[in-house]
């Protein structure tokens, strides 16, 4: 357990987050199907894009890594043929990408990851991409995925949306090395629509566009990436952790490397600490002043973005009335299911919340101490450490797992403490 430190008076800091996570899994997938070699800048070095950089270098991609920098000479879709079995943690973005990209990929590859990976859903993928013409499978609509296909046919095909945008994704991004052009249409609720849009962002910047008649429907026509140099956005969702530092302890934070155009799905969580009573400064970086007391955003749709949920659920914690987070059922199959960790955490320290359907209540309080389990879940482990920087004796179970996405999350809390004392 480790032990969380309140701060003694507000904060007034700027800090810098590293690049997003999701940007950094589309980039090196999308430059290693290029023509030409890309150097990708401000990369995500974390449990799920290692993974990502290791399996592409089995699949025969030549790509060196070195600080926060990496160079990838891209095979314009042609592979030679590879068998492997390609182990990959709790890295949902990673599975998922990987087992569309293997379409293109001769030979037999096994797609797998850990218990909780086992239990994640993949037969709306499966069954998007057998309806493509690719010879795939999973056994029980979870991985491991077995991939023995060396084309990707293409066509037309629905793509089921509601649990995960990553399916949708995922076939995005190889859709122009099919052997005729790809029609695709989100079937169903489309949950997580901004990380589509991510996907259609770095596919254009490496010289693919495609034709998007309505928000549900994606023609792409055959096509290739060229290389480039790309620089990966620093983490909105990152620096949800931070703005959440600046909201619950009257405190004021600036992260730097946060552009407030960014297309990010968590910069949508901005408004929503302005409606509780924070003061939002846009310029070069973005700033964050919390309020002396927060209050109630009220009803909160957070379909378009799921990660920020347990960020607002803490905040909810200590805010003055009751806030409903709705439209977020999928996170029953993340790494956690996060809405009843989010439920059993919170009861835990003293505040009433229960489970909706699609989401979450939570009536504000006054927090109490507490040892918190994480489920090993990163965005728990994180978002109740920004809790016990203003609730005294909160304690975060294996906070190790915090490698999945930002390693240095608690060296970088713990330099903010006066002489780098604290958690």
């Known amino acids: 357990m480790l032990p ?7 904060i007034d800091t ?4 590293p690049g997003s996570k999701s940007l950094t899994n589309r980039a090196l997938v999308v430059a290693s199907l290029a023509e030409g070699k890309s150097r990708l800048s401000n990369v995500l070095h ?15 991609i030549s790509l060196q890594a070195s600080d926060d920098e990496v160079e990838i000479d891209g095979l ?47 037969r709306d993928l499966v069954d998007a991409l057998t309806g493509l013409g690719v010879d795939i499978a999973c056994a029980n609509g979870c991985p491991p995925v077995t991939v023995r296909s060396a084309v990707l046919p293409g066509g037309r095909v629905q793509v089921q949306a509601n649990l995960s945008s990553q399916y949708l994704s995922a076939i995005l991004m190889v859709a122009p090395y099919a052997q005729q052009p790809i029609s695709l249409e989100a079937a169903g609720e489309m949950v997580s629509e901004t990380y589509v849009e991510l996907t259609l962002e770095v596919m254009a910047a490496f010289g693919v566009a495609i034709d998007r008649p309505d928000r549900r429907r994606f023609h792409i026509p055959q096509q290739c990436y060229q290389g480039r140099n790309f620089a990966i ?12 530092l600046a909201a619950s302890t009257a405190g004021r934070v600036t992260v730097n490397n946060i552009q407030p155009s960014s297309h990010q799905g968590d910069m949508e969580l901005l408004p929503i600490l302005e409606r509780m009573g924070c003061t939002i400064t846009r310029q070069p970086g973005v700033t964050v002043q919390g309020p002396g007391r927060l209050k109630s955003p009220g009803v909160v749709d957070m379909n378009r973005l799921p990660d920020g949920v347990m960020t607002l659920a803490v905040l909810a914690a200590l805010a003055q009335g009751e806030t409903r987070i709705v439209n977020v059922a999928n996170l029953r199959i993340k790494e956690s299911d996060r809405l009843t960790a989010l439920v059993t955490e919170l009861r835990r320290i003293g505040i009433e919340a229960a489970e909706l359907p699609d989401g979450i209540r939570i009536r504000g309080g006054e927090p109490h101490s507490a040892d918190i389990e994480t489920y090993a879940d990163h965005r728990m482990a994180m978002s109740f450490a920004i809790l016990g ?35």
């Open 389 to 423: 920087t203003r609730v005294p004796g909160i304690r975060i179970g294996t906070p190790e797992c915090v490698s999945k996405s930002y390693p240095t999350f608690f060296e970088e809390l713990q330099a903010l403490y006066p002489s780098h004392r604290g958690c």
């Open 14 to 17: 700027a800090v810098s987050v």
């Open 233 to 244: 956005e620093g983490d909105a969702t990152s620096a949800g952790y931070w703005w959440a």
């Open 76 to 122: 314009g879709g042609n592979f030679q043929p590879v068998q492997a079995s390609l182990f990959c943690g709790n890295a949902g973005t990673t599975v998922r990408f990987l087992s569309a990209f293997c379409a293109l990929v001769p030979g037999a590859q096994v797609i797998t990851g850990d218990q909780r990976m086992q239990a994640r859903p993949i």
């Open 4 to 10: 969380i430190t309140p701060f003694a008076a507000p």
């Open 46 to 60: 974390s449990d799920d894009t290692r993974y990502m950089m290791s399996h592409l270098r089995t699949l025969g």
